[in-house]
Structures are given as C-alpha cells and as structure tokens.
C-alpha cells in the first residue's frame, strides 16, 4: 500500500479531527469539511453555535497545509498533518485555533520578539476493570518522579518515549507525577506554533499508544476526584532580533533580576487572570482541578520560584530566562491556550496595567492574593464575556464560539457526577 496522509486540526473541544486522504494528497494541499464541526459538542449534539452556520446550509471550510510540515507518524504507512481553516471565501477561519496562534505570534513579531514556547503536560492513566469501567491504571508502586516498571508496569511510557524519538519530537523528559498513576510529558522550547504543532500530536500519539495496551490516557483535568489535577503550564520567553532572550536582564533570573517586558507580560496576566480562565480551564471538571493550594493557578497572583502561585518566575536567567503561567490545564486546546496567554501577555505590555507585589504566601495555609479565577465554568464563561479586550486579542469569533459552547457545556453537566461527569470527557480528551 502507498502511503496515505491523516490531515487534521485540534478543535473548539480540543478534539482531533481529519481524515484518511490518498497519496497524491502528500503535498501543498488541502480537503474540506463541514464548518458546523464548530457546532458539535461531546454528546455529539449539534448547535446553532456562532460562527458553525448549522441554520446556513452547514457549508463546508477548508483545511489547508503545506508539504514541509507533513511528518511520518506512530503508524506504518501513514503520514499526519495539521493544516489551518480557511471560509468558503479563502479568508482564514476565524474559529481556528491555530489561526488564533498565528495571530498571536504575528502580534508579537510586530514589537520585534519571537514568542518561543515550552509546554508540560500532565495525565492521568486508567484501564477497564472486569466489568469494563473504568478504574486507575494499576501501577501502586508509582511515586512522584518515579521511572521505571514500579511507576509503568506496563511500560507503555517507553513505547511513547521510544516513538516519540522516532518522529523527531524533542523530548524534554517524561516522568510520574505526584498523583500515581500520574504522568507528566515536556517538550524542550521551540518557536511558539512548531512547540504546539507538537505538543497536539504528541497528546494524541501517546493517547493512541496507551490504547494499545489497554490504557486511556486521560488529559482531563481531574479524572480521580481524589486525586491532583493536570495541568498545561506554559512556559514562554522571547527571542529579540539579535537572537537573544528579551526576558533576561542578566545571567539571572526570578523575581529581582526582572526587566520590563517580564513586569508588563505579569501584569497583563494578572490582569485577565479572571477572562483568562474561560478559555485555557475549558471543562466543568477544570474547576475541580483550579482550586487554591492545588499548585494549579487558581490565584490572582505572581512569585519566584514558587509551584504555588500562578505564574512562577523561574531563577535560571540568560538565555533560560522565562515566566512559567500554571494555570492551564491538560484538556485545553494548546493553539487556544497559549494564544491566550502571550494575548493577555502582550496587553499588559501594551496598556501599562501595574503590577502589584509580588506573593510572600506559602499557597496553601496563606495567601496574601484576594481575588481566584471563578469557582465553575459557568462563572468563568461570565468572566470571559466580560473581557472584552482579551476577546478581541484572541478573536472574537472563536470566544463567541467557545462562549456559547461552554454555556451549552454547563448545562449538559449540571446534573452529572463522578464517573458519569468523568465519562462526558474521558474518551475525547
Ligand atoms: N508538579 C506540579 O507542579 C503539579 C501541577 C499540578 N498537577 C497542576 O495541576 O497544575
């Protein structure tokens, strides 16, 4: 068999969505689907959702990709891409996430910086018991940081590590996090759309190897409610022209070796902290995980090296200078995400918002921050209509689109606990 070509793009859900195209399609090219996609929540249920054109026709949009980022993937004989959106009028769609990237880094690039990315993604794995549910991947050796057989019996993780290499992703590191059977990926820095192009088809390569050995690898925020969360933290700095760090002031860094550009990225972020949440903790189960004292982002606030406010300054300064925002969590969509994050970044550079001091809490038993992110979607969803100015940053199609969604997303849980709230999600993200 000639090799064929999966074509895809991360949507409105963070679901993948493509085709099976033929070999001659292994070039500059593109194929159609239908826009109301844009509509169609977890349940399958169809929606007049802004933008999907469900009452126009449900007209088609199209995706578009270049030959240079076809790349071979974890399956024999098929090649994978991830193209853009683009209307029935060859205009960009402007519910695309990775459109909504594109601009992000084009607005950046216009002040002479190269946003470059690094993102960490946790996730949890689980197994069927013998009647079929659902139950934690049985590894009870597994302890924070732990490698090895006792923290992956099944040593599915090597497969990943080992295909991962394969196809040219670079690896940063994986490990066992706190919460067994927990995992946590990294991918090293990159310019900010090749670090998400990434990150997307790493999230779905290792949830597709998992399967393999019986394992869904969840990237829901909070699957076990006893359990951590998982998080996306970002990790992001600048290149300037001359190829150097703009974050650096120094060889380095945290909080006193701080320039401008780190004070306004800060201050915009705290800023929208509250907008912010809507989009990058996008499921009623994010607000499980986005709690104070869970290492998450729930606080309106800053710190040095600190795991427990929601963006952490890191101390390595040069050329590893780099503000880390934590409060993203695992089931987000990475274009969506991290354009929201270098958006609200950029605003506070832009509209000089003050940044107040930094925390001296510990995060758990105290916290000089007053103000959290909304304590359920419905909340967040409010906040992120109320912030205009991050909308239109990221695009006010794609949050009148997610707004709607996500309004539609709480009424369908409301009712919904435990496992049955865990299985709206579990297979999809
Ligand atoms: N290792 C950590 O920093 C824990 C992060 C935490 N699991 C989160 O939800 O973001």
Same mark, same amino acid.
């Given at each position: ?136 991947? =049985? ?51 990159? =310019? ?5 192009? =990434? ?187 109320? =912030? ?42």
């Amino acid at each position: 068999m000639k090799d064929r070509l999966r074509a895809m793009f991360c949507d409105h859900l963070s679901v993948m969505r493509g085709k099976y195209l033929p070999n001659s399609k292994i070039a500059d090219s593109s194929t159609r689907f239908c826009r109301s996609t844009f509509g169609v929540h977890y349940d399958r249920d169809l929606l007049d959702a802004p933008g999907a054109m469900m009452k126009q026709g449900l007209p088609d949009m199209e995706l578009k990709w270049v030959h240079d980022d076809i790349r071979d993937s974890w399956h024999t004989g098929t090649k994978v891409v991830l193209g853009d959106l683009y209307d029935d009028q060859d205009q960009p769609l402007p519910l695309c996430p990775r459109g909504a990237l594109k601009r992000a880094v084009a607005d950046w690039q216009a002040r002479g910086l190269n946003p470059k990315v690094g993102i960490e993604l946790e996730c949890f794995a689980l197994q069927a018991d013998d009647n079929g549910r659902l139950v934690p991947y =049985d590894a009870p050796g597994g302890v924070v940081y732990g490698t090895g057989p006792f923290a992956d019996p099944l040593r599915f993780n090597d497969r990943i590590w080992a295909m991962a290499e394969e196809m040219g992703f670079s690896l940063d590191m994986i490990t066992a996090e706190f919460d067994s059977p927990q995992f946590e990926y990294t991918l090293t820095f990159d =310019d900010a759309l090749k670090a998400v192009d =990434d990150i997307v088809l790493f999230r779905l390569m290792a949830r597709e190897i998992a399967l393999e050995y019986g394992i869904v690898l969840t990237f829901m925020p909070k699957p076990i409610a006893e359990a951590g969360g998982s998080g996306m933290h970002i990790n992001f700095s600048f290149q300037d022209e001359t190829g150097a760090n703009a974050l650096s002031s120094g060889p380095r860094g945290g909080p006193e070796h701080m320039n401008d550009l780190a004070r306004g990225c800060l201050a915009g972020l705290l800023h929208h902290h509250k907008g912010l949440a809507g989009l990058i903790a996008p499921t009623a189960n994010s607000y499980m995980r986005l709690q104070p004292g869970s290492l998450s982002g729930y606080w309106q606030n800053w710190g040095g090296d600190h795991r427990n406010v929601t963006t952490r300054i890191s101390s390595e300064g040069g050329a590893k200078a780099r503000l880390e925002h934590r409060m993203a969590d695992a089931s987000s969509n990475p274009y969506t995400a991290v354009a929201a994050v270098l958006q609200a970044a950029r605003l506070g550079v832009e509209n000089g918002h003050t940044l107040p001091p930094m925390e001296t809490g510990d995060g758990f038993d105290s916290t000089d921050a007053r103000e959290g992110t909304a304590i359920d979607l419905a909340g967040a969803v409010r906040d992120l209509e109320r =912030d205009t100015a991050l909308a239109q940053a990221v695009g006010a199609e794609l949050v009148a689109n997610h707004v709607f969604m996500k309004a539609k997303e709480v009424r369908k849980t409301r009712d919904l606990e435990g496992d049955a709230l865990r299985d709206f999600y579990v297979y999809f993200i």
